[in-house]
């Protein structure tokens, strides 16, 4: 496993890492800061300087696991920044489709859990069946979700040539729940925003965690349409205690 790789903006804008991570950067800053990008959050940590990056080769995932856990450190210290994780993907050569970009994105999932040595945490089912399921890494529970330039209808999700993989703590969540006033009110209002920027409505997939007829697996990844996603998760827990 390979040492940390958790980057600043001004990593990112450097020259100590390749070339095509720079350009991806600017692309994808250069969509969150505007100012009519419909999340909140996004925008206003990414000009705040509060998010932190990384980013893959197609040949190299190894520093992906201990980047995670230096990015769970960095949040023990300070729990009450809401931060995200923003992993950039290498480019490919050539335009892929959406299911090429999903089996990516789970296949990088799939080998965290593989390199994870902590034991899957007991208070979160590890069957993404389960409507209080959620991936986990080092014992902590984490939304992820990507964004793809094979994104042509739901633009909000096409962050510019790189595959964006987002990595959140569940905990930034905290009084923003979709079960809470503040939470519901917050996220309805980024939804609005983002079916005024996508012309599209929200995909039937998105609600809120903990709603029992909803399964978080299917937010991470969501169509480029209005189709509900069927078929059983790709991931399988490999840590589970059970």
Known sequence: ??????????????????????????????????????????????????????????????????????FQSLMAKRPLIRRGLFVFIEPEEQEQTLDYYRRYFWDILQYLNDKDESVWPAHTPSDPNHHLWSFCFNGQSMFAFANTPAYKQRITRDLGQSMVIGFQPREIFQGLEGTEPKGHNSREAVRKRVEAWDQIPKHPDISHYGDVDHREWKQFFIGDDCVPITGACPFRAKNDSK
């Open 1 to 70: 496993m390979k040492a940390s790789r958790l980057l600043t903006t001004e990593d990112m804008r450097s020259d100590a890492v390749p070339a095509w991570v720079n350009e991806s950067y600017e692309q994808y800053s250069n969509v969150v800061t505007d100012q009519t990008f419909p999340c909140f959050f996004g925008q206003k940590g990414e000009r705040k300087g509060e998010l932190r990056y990384s980013f893959l080769s197609h040949a190299d995932w190894t520093s992906l696991p201990s980047t995670l856990t230096a």
